[in-house]
T-cell receptor, first 115, second 111 residues
């Protein structure tokens, strides 16, 4: 398996623009997680899905953030409009969730810079 | 809310030294993972511990899960520059669909 795939790897955009981050989880994994990582706040869970259904979005910072998982092999995280404080590395991860264990496999991340 | 505290936050040592990093909580976890993250990459799973008191070894790395399943430690013997990175622990609650991550320990091993 190719592992978790994220695109783009780097995104530079201007404040106010819409940003869409994409993720392809590992085939057969039931759970998909979106995280944001910054030096100040560490790794933060934004939202996670189980069998394509959003379960907990309490980590989504504002209504400007939205996430979808239209099928088992694809998810998007959208920021509209983007702001400079959204600059961070965004990770997607997937897991089997077998027996309550979430051994997560992370993608390489998308480094977002909002100017 | 379950919290995981990792210590130390930063650690800088010379090649060949031994070290231990800690992951502590007041909550009980059904299982716990350790990850290592290198600059510019995502975290990579190293190990999962499940049973209280469990010890797992991965080459020069030794992982231990506390008897009460509230804490864990990672010991590295004869550290090498390739061990440099951010070490994250994450605890699972079997009733929750997600893991709780600690803030990590940043390890630098100087040649």
């Amino acid at each position: 398996d190719a592992g978790v795939i994220q695109s783009p790897r780097h995104e530079v955009t201007e404040m106010g623009q819409e940003v869409t981050l994409r993720c392809k989880p590992i085939s057969g994994h039931d759970y998909l997680f979106w995280y944001r990582q910054t030096m100040m706040r560490g790794l933060e869970l934004l939202i996670y899905f189980n069998n394509n259904v959003p379960i907990d979005d309490s980590g989504m910072p504002e209504d400007r953030f939205s996430a979808k998982m239209p099928n088992a092999s694809f998810s998007t995280l959208k920021i509209q409009p983007s702001e400079p404080r959204d600059s961070a590395v965004y990770f997607c991860a997937s897991s089997l969730g077998d027996r309550g264990r979430h051994e997560q496999y992370f993608g390489p991340g998308t480094r977002l810079t909002v100017t | 809310t379950q919290l995981l505290e990792q210590s130390p936050q930063f650690l800088s040592i010379q090649e060949g030294e031994n070290l231990t990093v800690y992951c502590n909580s007041s909550s009980v976890f059904s299982s716990l993972q350790w990850y290592r993250q290198e600059p510019g990459e995502g975290p990579v799973l190293l190990v999962t511990v499940v049973t209280g008191g469990e010890v797992k070894k991965l080459k020069r790395l030794t992982f231990q899960f506390g008897d009460a399943r509230k804490d864990s430690s990672l010991h590295i013997t004869a550290a090498q520059p390739g061990d440099t990175g951010l070490y994250l622990c994450a605890g699972d609650d079997s009733n929750a669909g997600k893991s709780t991550f600690g803030d990590g320990t940043t390890l630098t091993v100087k040649p």
